[in-house]
């Protein structure tokens, strides 16, 4: 069995379109693909055959994990959390000590994160770093750089 992953209802919801995308239209286009490969005679020396067979077990893999994917994942549900400190799925506004430069971050589980979208994982160093704190705390942050304050400014859901 495999392990429990957490999504947000946007991130599971998206995992899905996507495994819908694949099973609706890229199957069937690959099968096309094969289909026409085939008629065109020898199949020993047709090079565009063995290339749509290729992409076919590629596709199927990838179908085969996000239905794994999708069968263990859990939504994770903010409604009654508290927001006295940072958690999963918190929104954070924090305050870099030297720079006093705030940042706002919502922290995610690792498969979603995007810091494009603000997303940081809570597996993070700066998630991991947070994780239990107040607002008003500062928090020391251990990156690869060293350690960064951070004090905690706001917190919301």
Do not use: C, W
């Not at 429990?4 to 286009?29: A, M, V």
């Not at 065109?40 to 076919?56: I, P, V, W």
């Not at 927001?83 to 690792?110: D, F, G, N, P």
């Amino acid at each position: 069995m495999s392990d429990i992953t957490y999504y947000t209802e946007e991130g599971l919801k998206s995992l899905k379109d996507e495994l819908f995308e694949l099973e609706t239209h890229e199957r069937p286009r690959i099968s096309q693909q094969i289909a026409e490969a085939r008629d065109k005679g020898d199949l020993s020396e047709n090079a565009e055959y063995d290339a749509a067979k290729e992409a076919q077990g590629l596709l199927e893999m990838k179908i085969s994990k996000l239905k794994n994917i999708i069968s263990t994942a859990r939504v994770l549900d903010d409604t009654g959390m508290d927001t006295s400190k940072v958690l999963i799925l918190s929104i954070v506004t924090i305050r870099h000590m030297k720079t006093k430069k705030e940042m706002v971050y919502t922290l995610v589980a690792e498969n979603e994160a995007d810091l494009k979208e603000k997303k940081i994982s809570v597996d993070s160093p700066i998630g991991k770093g947070l994780l239990g704190h107040s607002v008003g705390d500062i928090a020391d942050v251990e990156t690869p750089g060293g350690i960064i304050q951070f004090e905690i400014v706001n917190i919301s859901r």
